[in-house]
């Protein structure tokens, strides 16, 4: 059947349906929607109530599993389109990804903003990182360039990102926040120390998606025609709506009125076509060792110096069409580290590495074993594969010549056969034994001081402010260690945390240790300032 004959099939009417006739999904018209059949208008019902329980068995399963993380995000289509360049030189002396090559090339693509640690319904203002994901629909394939707004990370090995996840995460037993938890894990982990400082101070919490920068945060390579690699960051800078954060107390005073509103932020921003826009930035490191930085260039705690490796611009995005289905498209929405076209490659980075196989085998968990054939996450270029079977496939990907008979390769009677290679194979050399050590070059808090001393004065208010906020509630020799990290990366900031607790502790202000001083005050007020009603 053809795309059209199709089309036509599913606009034929039955008896007594007009064009905006509600049906059930087998097509039967359904001329009553607000009543069950039962045993007299007052019950009971009866079991074959077909209608009711179609209905309602759908409703039962309306929702997939949320993310373990990312749970709560928005998203939006749009397009990339290239400058040809990357800086003033041209882009295939580094990479023959197609989607860049040419300027004015434009490429579809979907982006999903999220928050990380939060469940589904959790408020858009919450100190956290956001998620910054983008699917590019290119000629070769899909390509997922999946980040964070933040350019780095808590941890350099995926072997702890289940432990970070779990003790940033609601309390197992009480299924309350407590900050102890997290600076528990983080007091073990001084690679984290960066990180904190950002997370922290203002730049924890964006003004909403559209103002905030974006980051693969791994390294990854670009492959030209010859094979040769370098090494890669990618980064993403607004164009002209800018950047913007909030303060914990305008964060807390947009919380009170609308948990929304990065979502509201960006369909509202869209709808009227203010459309929001970004610069694709790369920075690029020749793939060596460099024994010249005191830092590992495969290390994500850590920023690669602009002005030893430039923002060298490579094309711009802009988003202009909102989903016309949230479930469908933004929570349907699957990416994934390991999804990369003709011309990009991996590195060695440890956390990319564990990321790769993560990503797409929660999306199989969470969605579904075919959760590729989904408009919102297939490609939109021919797909021929030799994958059959598996919970909800709806099509069969057959070439248009191929032998229905024959799903496996090779094959001379009718099956898929191999593509050329275009391009010389990238093949690094190792010569290493295979061992479970961390990185040599660790200088967990370098960075981290050189952030706090590029900070305004303001910015360090509140990276201050919101530290002893959360660590007052924490265990003496958890606020020792934290102290002992800001205090190596710099000694005003060591400093100033510490005073900064003791003068919290000197007032005395009871809390307990299964939830923030601010949840604490906020349960006690709830009891007080409720009112006494006699039962009904």
């Not at 060298?312 to 988003?319: A, E, F, I, R």
């Not at 194979?425 to 050189?450: C, M, S, W």
């Amino acid at each position: 059947m053809t795309l059209e004959e199709n089309k036509s099939e599913t606009h034929i009417k039955g008896t007594g349906e007009s064009s905006d006739s509600l049906t059930n999904r087998q097509g039967h018209p359904v001329t009553d929607n607000q009543n069950i059949r039962t045993v007299g208008n007052r019950g009971p019902s009866t079991l074959e109530n077909y209608d009711f329980i179609e209905k309602i068995s759908h409703f039962d399963r309306e929702r997939v599993p949320e993310r373990v993380v990312h749970a709560r995000g928005a998203g939006a289509h749009g397009y990339f389109e290239a400058y040809g360049k990357v800086g003033d030189e041209p882009i295939a002396k580094y990479t023959r990804a197609k989607l860049f090559q040419e300027a004015g090339k434009r490429t579809p693509v979907f982006v999903r903003f999220s928050t990380v640690a939060g469940a589904m319904e959790s408020p858009e203002t919450a100190r956290d990182p956001r998620g910054f994901a983008v699917k590019f629909y290119t000629e070769d394939g899909n390509w997922d360039l999946v980040g964070n707004n933040l350019k780095i990370f808590f941890i350099r090995d995926a072997m702890k990102f289940p432990d970070m996840i779990h003790a940033f995460k609601p309390d197992p037993v009480s299924n309350l926040s407590n900050p102890e938890r997290m600076f528990d894990f983080l007091s073990r982990t001084p690679e984290a120390t960066h990180m904190v400082t950002f997370v922290f101070s203002p730049w924890g919490i964006p003004a909403n998606y559209r103002q905030m920068q974006g980051s693969g945060v791994n390294t990854y390579k670009w492959v030209n025609k010859d094979g040769e690699a370098v090494l890669i960051k990618y980064h993403w800078e607004p164009l002209k709506q800018g950047i913007k954060n909030l303060t914990q107390k305008e964060a807390d005073e947009i919380q009170a009125k609308n948990v929304s509103h990065s979502t509201q932020d960006l369909y509202e921003a869209i709808e009227r076509g203010d459309y929001p826009e970004w610069e694709l930035c790369v920075q690029i490191m020749s793939d060596e060792y460099h024994p010249e930085l005191d830092f590992d260039p495969l290390d994500d705690t850590k920023l690669w110096p602009t002005d030893k490796f430039p923002f060298l611009k490579v094309g711009k995005m802009v988003l202009n069409k909102n989903p016309e289905n949230y479930f469908n498209e933004v929570e349907q929405a699957a990416f994934g580290t390991g999804v990369l076209v003709d011309g990009l490659d991996f590195s060695d980075d440890k956390m990319l590495q564990g990321r790769t196989f993560s990503y797409s085998d929660t999306q199989r968990y969470r969605v579904g074993t075919n959760y590729l054939q989904l408009p919102i996450n297939a490609p939109k270029k021919r797909v021929e594969t030799n994958q059959r079977g598996g919970q909800m496939s709806y099509q069969v990907d057959l070439a248009q010549d191929q032998n229905p008979h024959i799903n496996y390769e090779p094959s001379v009677i009718g099956g898929l056969k191999e593509a050329e290679q275009i391009g010389k194979i990238h093949e690094p050399r190792y010569n290493e034994k295979l061992v479970r050590e961390k990185i040599d070059r660790t200088n967990d808090f370098g960075q981290a001081g050189d952030t706090y001393r590029s900070f305004e004065e303001w910015e360090r208010e509140e990276l201050i402010s919101n530290l002893v906020d959360a660590l007052k509630v924490c265990r003496s020799e958890i606020q020792n260690k934290m102290i002992e990290y800001f205090t190596h990366a710099d000694e005003d900031y060591g400093r100033r945390v510490k005073e900064g607790l003791a003068k919290a502790m000197e007032m005395g202000k009871d809390t307990t240790d299964i939830s923030t001083a601010e949840a604490d005050e906020a349960t006690d007020k709830a009891e007080q300032m409720g009112h006494e009603a006699d039962p009904y």
